[in-house]
Every structure is written in C-alpha cells, then in structure tokens.
Nanobody
Framework: VQLQASGGGLVQAGGSLRLSCVAS????????MGWYRQAPGKQRELVAV???????NYADSVKGRFTISRDGPKNTVYLQMNSLRPEDTAAYYC?????????WGQGTQVTVSS
C-alpha cells in the first residue's frame, strides 16, 4: 500500500488547513485510515483515525477543531483542521492499517504561527 499525502503549509493561529491522503495498491475492504503527528523532540501521536466501518477516534487535544472524513471509492482520507494553534505545529503522517499491518505516508508539515 502506498500513501500520498498533501495539504500542509504555514497558517496563522486561528486559521484552517485541509490535509488529504490517497491510498493505492492492495486495499483491503476493512481498514482504518488516519493521521498522526510528530513535533520536534516529541513522540508521534494519534490525531484522528477513521475505520471503513464508520467509527472515528480523535485525540482530546483536537476534538471540536479537527474533522476526519473519508471518500471510500477514492481510498482517500481528509483531515479538516480549524482553529489551529501553535501547538498543532508538527509533521503530519497519514496512516493506513489492515489485518495488523501499518503503512505510512511521507510527512506533510503543518506550521501554525502565533
């Protein structure tokens, strides 16, 4: 499985960005796709994840500000990020998982200026 992420950038605090990630290759019908982030000097952490059966999970720090969504036929996952804060600055990584396997996309940088 290959993942191609896009949509990062530089934004002022309070602004919005939308990340996209397209999965290609051997896509299993039951899977999860989501986003993780890693700031300098910190561990990679879950931001949001969406399963193919409709469940979603968010980090507490982004609840109410970020929304994850999927386009099933296009094998694409989106992350709409609103009310961005400087502490959201990180490299964001797309993740695809099925049957115990994890795949990662290249990171896309999100920088929020104060």
């Amino acid at each position: 499985v290959q993942l191609q992420a896009s949509g990062g950038g530089l934004v002022q605090a309070g602004g919005s960005l939308r990340l996209s990630c397209v999965a290609s290759g051997s896509i299993f019908s039951i899977n999860s796709m989501g986003w993780y982030r890693q700031a300098p000097g910190k561990q990679r952490e879950l931001v949001a994840v969406s399963s193919s059966i409709g469940s979603t999970n968010y980090a507490d720090s982004v609840k109410g500000r970020f929304t994850i969504s999927r386009d099933g036929p296009k094998n694409t996952v989106y992350l709409q990020m609103n009310s961005l804060r400087p502490e959201d600055t990180a490299a964001y990584y797309c993740n695809y998982a099925d049957r115990g396997f994890n795949y990662w996309g290249q990171g896309t940088q999100v920088t929020v200026s104060s």
